[in-house]
């Protein structure tokens, strides 16, 4: 006896949808991503941000407390205006006051993260914090980042590289700024 297709027409348009996400997830995993490639190419080939180029940069005049009401979650911002603002901080210096949560240190590599950025509206839950690569560049400052506790106030300076998930924003690389250093 012959095989006969057992599938009904209502179940045809499922079956082709499982075949395209099956077809899309092996492409993916094949390295079928030209976009994601291409992407990683150019940043590997984009020249390195160095510490010369933070500290000659003027910083863009956005405010951390901007970036947390953007982004916390439930606020009253679309996902245009999001990505607009990501859009425009991306790659730019920043200057900002912050209050200090935690210090790590990897191969002369502080990872400065911060408290929550306060937002205004109290019917948002904001979960963004700056986590920051610092590198210090005098033994005052080494001193300082392994001598600062959770709560006290910093002044970083850094290259914003991203915001993830709308819980950090990313600094790389930053430097502690010193009051008589700071942006005017």
Known sequence: MPHRNTATPRRMPAL?????????????????????????QAQAQEPAFTLADLEAAKPVA??????????ALGSK?????????EKEVSGQVVEWDLQLYEVSLEEDVYTV???????????????IRIIANVRARTPE???FLRAVKTGDPIRLRGRLTAIALRT????DPAVIVKPEEAAK
Do not use: K, M
């Open 77 to 85: 911002s679309t996902d245009l205006q999001r990505e607009l603002l």
């Open 62 to 71: 956005v405010t951390p407390e901007q970036v947390a009401e953007t982004f």
């Open 168 to 171: 950090a924003v990313v600094l």
């Open 16 to 40: 082709a949808a499982i075949a395209a996400l099956s077809a899309a997830a092996l492409l993916s995993a094949c390295g079928g991503n030209d976009a994601q490639q291409e992407q990683e």
């Open 141 to 143: 400052e080494h001193a």
């Open 113 to 127: 993260s911060t408290q929550p950025i306060p937002v205004a509206d109290s019917d948002t839950l904001n979960l």
